[in-house]
């Protein structure tokens, strides 16, 4: 931590930088060499997942599992129709739609149905989507059970209070800071990721998902909230398992398994997101002022307030995910995930548009997670 940082921002009252020995095992965390080894980390999680698991593991996986690699074809070259799409992609007003009928003397269908057509060929393939798909389970499985390794075993795993009671002359252990490092520089990668995709329904509010996590990071590091962090990452990856195999079945076109998938994320996502985060996670940074005979001062309140917009990001997910539940019992269709729905344009003039349905991580909230599925640490 770099001791210019304002005292009364990141220290609680009558702590001075001086009052905290920078050499180990009381040091706060580095930011600068924290962030520097997430970035790395980011670039081999992208470069492997290109170079590495898309290519030789993911999509032969896919192709074997008889998931579509259909890709739309592209509308014939047309200027105004071009400029038209820019603005409005597929969903003109109606009085552009009428201008641009006007200008080209086509029929408003043939307008609508170009527009539509460049749409979809710039959606991804169902290949794309499960390889997508596919790296997030990898990540999240791995992440999983390296936290259950790492976490659990550490003696202020489920009572953080006792650890808070030392705040702020604690410190995290090589293993614990190394699994935060390699957890961050993910959330990089896949932000990078997000930004060069087609945007979905939820692309902001899981960019403000993911933005929150980035902002807790920096937060939690710079505060040395290190139990409540260590608590969100045990707590946070594990509702997405599911629900990323949900999403790799109904790639295959097994409805039944990706359904039972999404009834088991439901669960864990209750469980995880709106029980432990806030209990584990919100609860004891709420505790430390009372804990260590101080009062709240504004760094540890804006962590607050960040760990707070989360769990409302988690709440609003939740209500659309019990929506689209019963949807599913009343309607006999497939559950969405509407963090990361897309569009799906007509095929044709005649076609009654079918949301395919699909299930994505938070991240986002969350990813994210949420994604987002932010998404305790202080972060979802």
Known sequence: MDRTWSEWMWLPRRLRWIDIPLEDPLCFPDLFEFFMWASIFGVVYYSFKKIVFFPYISTPIAMRAGVEAKVKPHPPDNTELEALYSVSKNKPTAEMLAAAVISLGWPERKVQRWLRQKYASQQKSNIDKFNESAFMLFFYTSFTI???????????????????????FVSATSDVWWYWVANCGYYLSHTYSYFTQPKVNEFYRTLCHHSMVFLLYVFSLSLNLVAPLCHGLITHEVSDIPLLLGKLFLYTKNTKCSDACVFVFAVLWVVSRLILYPVLGIWPVFQI??????????????????????????????????????????????????????????????????????????????NTHRRTAVEGRSIS
Do not use: M
């Open 289 to 366: 002022p009372y804990l260590i005979d101080s009062e709240y001062w504004p760094g540890l309140v804006l962590c607050l307030v960040y760990t707070i917009v989360l769990l409302v990001l988690h709440l609003i997910w939740t209500y659309e995910l019990a929506s689209a539940i019963r949807k599913k019992f009343q309607t006999k269709t497939h559950v969405v995930d509407y963090r990361s729905s897309e569009d799906e344009p007509f095929d044709n003039d005649e076609e009654i548009v079918h949301k395919q349905t699909h299930f994505s991580s938070f991240s986002n909230f969350e």
């Open 146 to 168: 390296a936290g259950a390794l790492i976490i659990i075993p550490k003696p202020f795993f489920g009572s953080p209070e006792t650890f808070l009671r030392e705040h702020p």
